[in-house]
């Protein structure tokens, strides 16, 4: 069922600068929620709720201050709009990145590493136990994933492997170190857009 926001339904974004936004684009279509590719910050004001994909958070992180979208996300947020950034989206919206001197949204009180998971573990999948969204367990797919190292008080942890959280949350400002636009599973996305 797609969401409603008032007497209207829920229209979502995904920044469509670089990583994979199309697969965020298409998770939201099978949910029938219409979602928009924002590549303007003027976007941002027609939508409700914005997911920042996965891909290279430099790359990123630049584009989007070029693009003047730093402010214009920090307004929105504060105006209400959700915001979601999955892997180098997480690493977007953190207040902290040790090493990385890239523009940052500084959006959740969260330390975030990136590619810390070890080269080991580079990229795996993992079982995750998810207690808000019930008793199945959520398949993970973790692609160079970032660690977060510290979470601020305001922060719901809402999954972790080990001892590492892995899906966060702030309010509306919501982090997953992996990609769950990658698998079939839409609890997330649904979940997501259901609260706006
Ligand atoms: N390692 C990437 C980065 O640091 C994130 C990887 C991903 O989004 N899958 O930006």
Redesign the pocket.
Same mark, same amino acid.
């Given at each position: 069922m797609p969401s409603a926001v008032g007497d209207r339904l829920a229209r979502a974004g995904v920044l469509g600068l670089q990583?994979d936004f199309r697969e965020h684009l298409d998770t939201f279509q099978r949910l029938g929620t219409e979602a928009i590719d924002v590549r303007r910050p003027e976007q941002l004001d027609d939508i409700d709720a914005l997911v920042i994909p &996965? &891909?290279?958070?430099?790359t990123i992180g630049k584009l989007a201050a070029h693009y003047g979208f730093i402010p214009k996300l920090k307004e929105r947020v504060a105006q209400g709009m959700s915001i979601w950034g999955t892997?180098?989206g997480a %690493?977007f919206i953190a207040r902290d990145v040790p090493g990385h001197p890239h523009p940052l949204a500084e959006l959740m009180d969260i330390t975030v590493r990136?590619?810390a998971f070890g080269r080991q573990l580079d990229s795996f999948e993992a079982d995750l136990d998810v207690p808000a969204l019930g008793s199945d367990p959520f398949h993970a797919v973790f %692609?160079?994933?970032?660690r977060v190292e510290r979470v601020g008080a305001s922060v719901d942890v809402m999954a972790r492997i080990g001892d590492d959280p892995v899906l966060c949350r702030s309010g509306q400002v919501w982090v997953a170190a992996f990609?769950p636009e990658l698998t079939d599973d839409l609890r997330i996305h649904q979940r997501f857009i259901e609260e706006l």
């Open positions: 990583g &996965g &891909g290279e958070s430099t892997c180098a %690493i990136r590619n %692609i160079r994933a970032p990609h």
